[in-house]
């Protein structure tokens, strides 16, 4: 029987996706690849050459109908509390206070352009 064995990629429409690639990278560190204007983040215990891609799609793609743009991400952080402080210091919006229950700790934003965002930082 097949399965799902990860996640392949997080992908969304945007305004201007080479300004918001730029505050994700000077704001959190991505490593932007300029062939595809997004990052991947390799992981170690996923099969080989397994990644989760982030990356912005022009604001007219049609590639994400019938659904709206109603959305959620979430990225794994380091340091929660400093990557909040960062996203503070860049202009982003928090929402709320940290919250921790058994899996971690997590905290919200809005990004430039609007989008919720949760970190996790994992227990």
Known sequence: MGKVVGV???FFKSKDRKALAQWYQDTLGFA???SYGGTSFLQTN???KACTVWGPFKEDTDYF???SRE?????IVDDIHQCLEQVESAGGTLIGEPSEDD???????MDPEGNKI???QVK
């Open 8 to 10: 392949g990629g997080v």
């Open 32 to 34: 932007i690849d300029p």
């Open 46 to 48: 996923a099969p080989d």
């Open 65 to 67: 109908e019938p659904s």
């Open 71 to 75: 959305f959620m991400l979430n990225f």
């Open 103 to 109: 899996m971690g700790i997590f905290g919200w934003f």
């Open 118 to 120: 949760e970190l996790w």
